[in-house]
């Protein structure tokens, strides 16, 4: 990869960050991570209390680039049809048309997607781990930039359904956006004590920039040394106390793109351990299975991914 392309991907995150910070207050660790999910190919949950901003972040991306987004309220009586399409006979023609669902677009809000059934959840499974969706017997494939992000809130359990352990696994991130400062809390006061700032956001990158920041995502080095220190880590959650099923081979990978999207967006061309240490509770945590005695206790997935990033020798 040479220092013009480089130059120029980074400036997209950059464009798309400085609009996005023009609506989100205080927020620049949490779309620092979404965009190392967006260039390097994962999707992310966005867990968090209501009134934090998870979905005002998503529609801010949206709008930032000049790409297709659909969002998709989920309910309980949402179907599959509702997400991926459905075929309607046509009188006229006497054959059958394919009319795409929402899951068709470049980024898709999945808003409260533990709300909908076990089976509606499961439609985006193949989605997101392969890019295309089968309908009808019919393999579709997605746009090149296929990118969700979903939200859900951890206080609501009531007319709620847990993402299964699979569906958890489809996510490259999962992370929380947290209370701002008071400084930043009077700002948003400030910033919409006449209308929101999403109205007047306007789209900064073209779709093909952002497709180029993904390929210039995969041109980052990476040493044996960091992959096997990204292996160790996973692999410590796989042993660790507590533990009922530890992270999967899918969490190195994600771990592996989202840390060379990092490096592109500090200005390097190669990983270093920071970028790792700074995203592996954010990739790993969430694929963990903890053990019913080890939850009663107190023990969380979050506290011993920290444990294992403290207890891993990082290489020299």
């Not at 040479?2 to 798309?16: D, E, G, L, P």
């Not at 006229?92 to 509606?120: C, V, W, Y």
């Amino acid at each position: 990869m040479t220092t013009t392309n480089a130059s120029a991907a980074r400036a997209v995150f950059q464009k798309i960050a400085g609009n996005i910070a023009r609506v989100m207050q205080g927020q620049s660790s949490a779309t620092r991570k979404l965009l190392a999910a967006l260039a390097s190919g994962g999707h992310v949950l966005l867990e968090d209390f209501p009134g934090t901003g998870k979905t005002t972040l998503a529609k801010a991306l949206a709008r930032s680039i000049d790409a297709r987004f659909k969002r998709v309220q989920f309910t309980p009586d949402l179907l599959p049809s509702d997400i991926l399409g459905v075929s309607i006979f046509n009188q006229k023609e006497q054959q059958f048309f394919f009319h795409e669902g929402p899951i068709f677009t470049n980024i898709l809000l999945a808003d409260e997607i533990n709300r909908a059934s076990p089976r509606t959840q499961s439609a985006l499974l193949e989605a997101m781990g392969e890019g295309q969706v089968s309908v009808d017997g019919e393999r579709r494939n997605l746009a090149d930039l296929f990118f969700v992000v979903a939200t859900q809130n951890p206080v609501e359990f009531r007319g709620t359904y847990p993402l299964p352990e699979a569906q958890m696994d489809r996510f490259a991130m999962q992370f929380t956006l947290g209370y701002v400062t008071p400084a930043d809390e009077v700002a948003v006061l400030s910033a919409q004590a006449s209308q929101h700032p999403l109205d007047e956001l306007k789209g900064c990158v073209t779709l093909a920039e952002v497709i180029t920041l993904k390929r210039a995502v995969q041109g980052i080095r990476i040493s044996e040394e960091l992959k096997r220190y990204v292996v160790d880590l996973v692999g410590g959650t796989r042993a660790a106390t507590g533990v009922q099923l530890g992270a999967s081979p899918r969490a190195s990978l994600a771990l592996m793109k989202a840390a060379q999207a990092l490096a592109l967006f500090d200005g390097l061309d190669f990983v270093t351990p920071e970028q790792i240490q700074e995203l592996a509770v954010s990739v790993i945590a969430h694929r963990l299975v903890m053990e019913p005695q080890a939850r009663f206790s107190g023990l969380t997935a979050l506290g011993v991914v920290e444990d294992v990033v403290k207890k891993i020798k990082v290489p020299a």
